[in-house]
């Protein structure tokens, strides 16, 4: 063997060696890259990982909360967690991990339940879909300007951040095509503090094509579950 291909062949060795000598287990990649979809959460060690994720399972959108930390070489000294993601997504954590944020949307989820399939929460494959607050604001001053009794009740003027937090994290929670219907009820069990059901039940029965899933649990007598609901909705998130 020439002295060429000892060095090549020495060459190559080396530079194996030092791909295994610095090849991290599996368990010491830290798995900072975090997809923000509610119903997934799949946590992965690099962007490329997550990129990958989202294109197949979420249609190529982040969904609203995924974590994407610096990519420079500073340590996690130099950049804390918290610094790597915006104040928006900070938020949603936060809110996210409330006990109360989770009892309000496991109540509400157990509305869907009829003919033993939930028609409220998303499924995984469904586009995520984050509820702007100027949505939010268009529903609020629509049932206020609607309301027959907004003379004789005490409407909010504005959401408490509480509840705006509520709404628009929840948001992707569900599926797309009945966000509008159920942010009406909620929002109109918010302005009225859980009180005036009656009012609510008989819009919705008089206007089922625009409430087909609240008419559908009121077909099948699950008023009561919804009523239980709608009057508990003001002490989640005020």
């Known amino acids: 063997m020439s002295e060429e291909e000892q060095q090549l062949q020495s060459g190559s ?24 979809d509610p119903n997934c959460g799949r946590k992965y060690g690099t962007n490329a990982a997550l990129y990958t994720h989202i294109k197949n399972k979420h249609n190529g959108v982040p969904p609203t909360g995924t974590v994407k930390p610096s990519t420079s070489k500073k340590t996690k000294e130099q950049t804390p967690m918290i610094d790597q993601v915006d104040d928006e997504i900070s938020k949603s954590v936060a809110t996210m991990n409330d006990p109360d944020f989770m009892k309000f949307t496991i109540m509400i989820s157990n509305l869907g339940h009829f003919n033993d399939k939930n028609i ?51 948001s992707p929670i569900w599926k797309k095509h009945i966000i509008n219907e159920l942010y009406t009820v909620l929002i109109y069990a918010y302005i009225f503090r859980g009180e005036n059901f009656d009012t609510i039940e008989k819009d919705i029965t008089s206007n089922l094509a ?29």
């Open 13 to 36: 060795g080396i530079k194996q060696e030092a791909a295994i000598k610095h090849r991290r287990k599996k368990e010491e990649i830290e798995k900072d890259f975090i997809c923000g």
């Open 120 to 170: 409220i929460v998303r499924d995984a494959q469904e586009p995520c879909f984050q509820l702007e607050e100027e949505k939010l604001l268009d529903l609020y001053e629509k049932i206020l300007k609607g309301s027959k009794l907004i003379s004789e009740t005490e409407g909010n003027s504005v959401f408490t951040k509480k509840a705006e937090m509520y709404l628009k994290f929840s």
């Open 210 to 238: 625009n409430y087909k899933l609240f008419s559908e649990l009121i077909k099948q007598d699950k008023v009561d579950q919804f009523r239980e609901v709608y009057t508990t909705i003001w002490n989640f998130i005020t």
